[in-house]
Nanobody
């Protein structure tokens, strides 16, 4: 299973970005998809998750500004980020918990996409 993330970039504070993550490979079903981020010098932290039934969970710091959605037909998820702040800067990693056709359910990670918010 491979995860391909896209959509990062440089934006001014108050701006918006949309991240996308597409899963491909030997997928039977996707149980959950989400995004984590890692700022320079800090640990990786949860940003947002969405389950196969559409339930969502967000870090307190992004509630009301970020929205996660999914496209089951395309095995993809999207993170709409509005009202961005400099503290949102970091590398954003897509993750998916997947029922595969060859191993027990497990988590997979994408390569990360850089988001830089300038003040």
């Amino acid at each position: 299973v491979q995860l391909q993330a896209s959509g990062g970039g440089l934006v001014q504070a108050g701006g918006s970005l949309r991240l996308s993550c597409a899963a491909s490979g030997s997928i039977f079903s996707i149980i959950q998809m989400g995004w984590y981020r890692q700022a320079p010098g800090k640990q990786r932290e949860l940003v947002a998750l969405i389950t196969n039934d559409g339930s969502t969970d967000y870090a307190d710091s992004v509630k009301g500004r970020f929205t996660i959605s999914k496209d089951n037909a395309k095995n993809s998820a999207h993170l709409q980020m509005n009202s961005l702040k400099p503290e949102d800067t970091g590398v954003y990693y897509c993750t998916a918990y997947v029922n595969t056709t060859y191993v027990s359910p497990r988590s997979f990670w994408g390569q990360g996409t850089l988001v830089t918010v300038s003040s």
